[in-house]
Nanobody, 123 residues
Framework: QVQNIESGGGLVQAGGSLRLSCSAS????????IGWFRQTPGKEREFVAA????????YYADSVKGRFTISRDNAKNTVYLQMNSLKPEDTAVYYC????????????????WGQGTQVTVSS
């Protein structure tokens, strides 16, 4: 079992940057797909970015492409989400997830979820 722990959320002004971290305990990320999702009250949890820990392409939602970057630190078994040029509409609870499914942008493909970290972007 993989336990994900997110950190790095906070309050930032529009145009600013934040970096979220997701550390894995238990068995680590191994051959999982690691994804970031976000959710605002009353809305569905939506895909943000993902990649496979074993390598390959990265995937981004159109709304964050060019502004957000997903990356990894193998030694620390940690995944990062660097968020630049933040907009008020990026305000949400951000979740890190791990799964073995084949569709990186589908939340149903993920088995393990973190507790979420709040990101608030003020205008």
């Amino acid at each position: 079992q993989v336990q994900n722990i997110e950190s790095g959320g906070g309050l930032v002004q529009a145009g600013g940057s934040l970096r979220l971290s997701c550390s894995a305990s238990g068995r680590g990320f191994g051959s999982y797909t690691i994804g970031w999702f976000r959710q605002t009250p009353g809305k569905e949890r939506e895909f943000v970015a993902a990649f496979r820990w074993s390598g390959g392409p990265t995937y981004y939602a159109d709304s964050v492409k060019g502004r957000f970057t997903i990356s990894r630190d193998n030694a620390k078994n940690t995944v990062y989400l660097q968020m630049n040029s933040l907009k008020p509409e990026d305000t949400a609870v951000y979740y890190c997830a791990a799964g073995r499914g084949g569709v990186p942008y589908a939340k149903a493909e993920y088995d393990y979820w973190g507790q979420g970290t709040q990101v608030t972007v003020s205008s």
